[in-house]
Structures are given as C-alpha cells and as structure tokens.
C-alpha cells in the first residue's frame, strides 16, 4: 500500500523522523540500530534497500538470524544466501558494500534445536568460535534463548556439549574484553 504507512519508503521516513526528533530535543545517550531480519528472502526483496534510514541515523546495523535447519555453520548464519535468490549476496556481504563503516550487530540469534542430531549446538558454537574472527566487522552477538521459539528450542543448554561449547564460546579470547585499569 503506497503511502498508507505500511511500505519501506514509510518506515525509511518514520526512522529518520524519531531519530532526528531525539537529536533536536538534546538526546545524545540513544544508540540507533537498524535491525534486519535474518530471512534471506526479505534481502532479495526489490525495496530492501529503501528500509535503510541513512547512515547519519543510524549507529549500528543488526540481523536477527537462526540457525535452522538450512544452516550449519556461523559463517551460514551471517552471510546465507540461498539458490532461489541469486542476486542476493548474504546479509554480511551486503552490509560491507553498502555501509563499510557501521559496526555491525547479530542483534538476536538462536540455535534451534534438532531432535535428530543432539550433537548440532556444540557443533554450531564451536564455529562460532572458529569463524567469527573472519567476520571483523560484527561487534556484537546477542543471543536468544526460548524454550518455545516459533521453531523450537533455542536454550544452548539443552545438552552437555552444548553447554559446553557456549561456556568455550563465551570464554573465547575473541569475545572477552582486556581489563580497563
């Protein structure tokens, strides 16, 4: 519906509005975040690229993935691209090239359980691990934990492995912060 609020070129505006209403008001503590979601098949969407409120707004850009049953690995989880969408590139790729200087957030992601390989979470966090240092420009990973997502559980402790590797994960020397004096 053009123009009924309910469009990209609207949400684009809204954006713009609320931010630049704070900043005329004196608002200096808010942090913008544009946040996309994780589904490939809204990156290939012809108005994707309206959504972006411009880079004077917004501080940060963030996706909200899940590793389903389409993804095995972190680098999937960033970057996914799928068959039926050629001219996608993955979220990553996309942000690089058209914002190479915000910082970038996987701002809710999740692990899904599959009752048929209990091993996958240790698995999955493992790469997290291993890849996300290949991944620089992602400065923040907050994680969502439901019992009772829309497709299952998301808990990273639902097996011993699991746990584990989270425990790894965190403890990472990629994801730990030097001590301020």
Not at 25 to 40: I, K, L, R
Not at 151 to 156: S, Y
Not at 161 to 166: C, K, N, S
């Amino acid at each position: 519906m053009r123009g009924g609020g309910n469009g990209a070129d609207d949400y684009r505006r809204m954006f713009r509005h609320v931010v630049t209403r704070l900043r005329g008001h004196g608002v200096t503590n808010a942090v913008t975040v544009m946040t996309y979601m994780g589904a490939v098949n809204w990156g290939a969407k012809p108005w994707f690229g309206r959504l972006y409120p411009g880079d004077d707004v917004v501080d940060w850009i963030a996706l909200d993935p899940y590793a389903d049953g389409r993804v095995d690995d972190f680098a999937a989880l960033v970057n996914r691209r799928r068959r039926e969408f050629p001219g996608w590139p993955g979220f990553y790729r996309w942000a690089a090239r058209h914002h190479p200087g915000k910082p970038l957030m996987v701002g809710e992601w999740g692990v899904f359980e599959r009752p048929r390989d209990p091993g996958f979470k240790r698995r999955f966090y493992a790469s997290v691990r291993r890849q996300a240092p290949a991944f620089s420009r992602i400065k923040a990973l907050v994680y969502f934990e439901s019992p009772r997502a829309p497709r299952g559980d998301t808990r990273f402790d639902t097996t011993p492995g699991g746990l584990a590797e989270f425990r790894r994960l965190a403890a990472s020397p990629h994801f730990t912060a030097p001590k301020l004096p």
